[in-house]
């Protein structure tokens, strides 16, 4: 404080083109990140609601200005709240379970010595190396009907009567895309967890243990409170990439969103609009859709999960 | 809630803005093009694009270099991919569309509905004119895809011509001393006998493509309720989907679910996959077209495996029976720099020499009468097989949906999709024809005129 007035005193030219010189260079880091967000995010993302006044075909040769009615006909599209129901199924359980198995996965590696702890960080975090597409594909040979991994193995132990036609059948099919879903994502916020976890002081696990705290009460009182804030960052990653990454497994595992839309997803609703139905605007409405959708999501999520962050 | 609308606005704004300029940009570009029709005829290039899948691109080149001797100073740039659509459609868009495409109505990017909708395709009536107007088979110049607009005007043209039926096992009926089912009763007979050798009766592409029951859906239709029916079916007509004959098709599925004739697995299974478990023997019926020999050329298959084509069978004996039949539409850009020779190639494509290029490099046969006669030692058996279908008496039925203008509703993908749920037991025909019906009550107000 003291040298700051100083300087203040001393010379206030010198100070002043500093600080030009800093905002000079501050704008020169920035500029290019903000015209290539500009173009390449905020652009498209203002020309989704503008487009989605229109009545228009995939080429966008004739448009036709039709106000809000591309709207009016998603509220009663059932089709489209099937996707957005499936959405949501997706949003729910494909996050609640990863969380619990990645956290629970991080509780264990991060608190016990185990040595093989590199191998199984490596082993765990493998799916996300892969391209999703990769693994969708590799899911669907292990649904395969005929010679996939799981009906076989249903088979070696006679239990003929749970074999299923794993994608294509409506009880089924969001289960088994749930479940590629999460084997892929497991890994990667395992390590983000992970990392919260180191980060707590060791010190009051030692003081617990002297307690004589059990490890269950140890993960609830200490390690979960203490790491809350990365959780509730995860949360809000957990709906974005569910809702992008939703529509890569479905396209690529069921290619018409399965038996009856019953594994669409507002995403692969949307492109099927836009490109097999040639209804470009209302593809464009249910794109609008999204966006306020995760948009009011991730505000609820933080909103709901706002408690003082304990410091330590 | 105050800072999203206040960012909701700021968007709106400057994507008003954004988009006006880009109106502009394109309306410029699409001037362009009649300058350049100016040129010389002299040194005139012409870009063809075409759907590469299935066919392979030798065809083409083949095509172009035969038209580039007849007509010196012409030279062609072939464009072909198995995702077209995704390659032209920036082209189209930015107003510098190929000047010919070959990308059939059926392809899932939806080209040509677009092109339709947005009337933005050449008209080709002139090409067939005189001769070639005779020699194309009957009614194949009459469907929405190629006169869209109801004034009789052609906008599209017929390229490839197939029928499409149930293909099975000659061998395989052959030992088993089965004969090819005629009546839908005989068809079910037939599925108990296999039944008690382990082998199913029907399977198809349930997973990715179960449209292909278009090829039994379609002309069951007419068989039951006579082409007008089906007809009314493709045109929305009030009641059409709740008819008779539509009912009587719907329970032929019902049957194959009820009686377990389906292939266990089929609701899981790409067009490949239930392709291969036919290929082994491992069911007797798929539904499918000319092109299933080349397509499975290299899978493994049954020993001793021959291909048979069969129409599909009728309800009573001495029904008139009908067969579906295809076309793969080709078409010229309104905007397109030169549509003169465009038509030439069209016309050119018609030709005899023409159509033994087509039929030998690609199997694909135009629908000329007489038309796999002449290139009948240049194909597959089974192809041969599809066209001469109708000798044995069988009448060809062609047909698209009429089209409407940009809509939600999808009753062709309903159709099939709701097939899927028969299949699995979760649905009832009657909320099948329900659904249907509902769909085409939307669609007729919005039918292109």
Known sequence: MLSAVKAKDGKPRALRSRKKQRAGFIAVCTVPTVILFTV????????????????????????????LQNFQILFRDEKFWQAFRNNLFFIVFVTAVTMTVSLFFAGLLAQTELIEKPFYRTVFFFPNVLSLVVI???????????????????????????????????????????????????????????????????????????????????FFSITLPLMWEIIRVTIVFFIISTINMS??????????????????????????????????????AVGVFVFLFSFVLAIISNRLTAKEVIEY | MKLIKAI????????????????????????????SQAAEPQNQELNIAV????????????????????????????????????????????????????????????????????????????????????????????????????????????????????????????????????????????????????IGLFTYAAANDPSYNEIVVNPTIAVAGGEQALQDCLNYKKGAWKSDAVKKTFDVYQKIKDGGFL??????????????????????????????????????????????????????????????ANCEEMYIPKDAKNIPLAKKFMTFLYEDASIQTLASKAGIIPPIKGAANLVKDSIDQSVYDTFTITDKGY??????????????VNLRDDLYQDLNQIMAGTLTTDKWSDNLEKDAETLSSLILK
């Open chain 1, 40 to 67: 390449f995010m905020l652009l498209p993302t203002a020309d989704v609601f503008y487009m989605s006044l229109f009545r228009m075909s995939s080429l966008s040769l004739n448009k036709e200005f039709i106000g």
């Open chain 1, 136 to 218: 969708g594909v590799l899911f669907v040979q292990i649904y395969d009907p005929t010679m996939g991994i799981l009906t076989s193995t249903l088979k070696t132990i006679h239990s003929e009567g749970l074999i299923h036609a794993w994608l294509g059948e409506k009880s089924t099919v969001r289960w088994c895309i749930s479940a590629a879903m999460i084997w892929q994502a497991v890994g990667y916020y395992m390590v983000m967890y992970m990392a919260g976890m180191d980060g707590i002081p060791k010190d009051l696990y030692e003081v617990a243990n002297i307690e004589g705290m059990g490890k269950f009460r140890q």
């Open chain 1, 247 to 284: 529509f890569v497994f479905v396209k690529v595992m069921t290619p018409t969103g399965g038996p009856s839309g019953q594994a669409e997803v507002l995403l692969t609703y949307m492109y099927k609009q836009a490109f097999t139905n040639s209804n470009f605007g209302y593809a464009m």
């Open chain 2, 8 to 35: 909701a606005c700021v968007c709106a704004l400057s994507l008003g803005v954004s988009a006006l300029a880009g109106c502009q940009k394109v309306s410029d570009v699409s001037s362009a093009p009649a300058q």
């Open chain 2, 51 to 198: 759907f590469e899948g299935g066919y392979g691109r030798e065809v083409w080149d083949d095509l172009a270099k035969q038209f580039e001797a007849k007509n010196p100073g012409v030279k062609i740039n072939v464009t072909a991919n198995a995702k077209l659509g995704d390659v032209i459609r920036p082209q189209i868009m930015n107003g510098n569309p190929p000047d010919f495409i070959f990308l059939s109505s059926t392809n899932e990017s939806g080209i040509l509905q677009s092109l339709i909708q947005d009337k933005k395709l050449a008209d080709i009536t002139d090409v067939f004119t005189g001769d070639l107007k005779d020699k194309m088979i009957d009614g194949t110049l009459s469907a929405p895809t190629i006169a869209p607009y109801g004034d009789g005007k052609i906008y599209a043209a017929p390229l490839s011509y197939s029928t499409m039926g149930l293909f099975y096992n000659k061998t395989l009926f052959k030992e088993n001393n089965w004969e090819v089912p005629e009546t839908w009763d005989e068809f079910f007979a037939l599925g108990e006998k296999a039944k008690a050798k382990g």
């Open chain 2, 263 to 324: 292939l266990d697995g089929t609701l899981a299974m790409t067009h490949t996959q239930s392709q291969q478990q036919f290929l082994q023997n491992k069911c007797l019926f798929i539904p499918n077209g000319n092109w299933l020999e080349t397509e499975m050329k290299d899978a493994p298959k049954a020993q001793g495996f021959e291909y048979g084509f069969a129409g599909l069978p009728t309800f009573n004996k001495g029904d008139k029976k009908y067969i579906w």
């Open chain 2, 395 to 408: 009448t060809p039925v062609t047909g698209s949906y009429a089209l409407t203008s940009q809509t939600e």
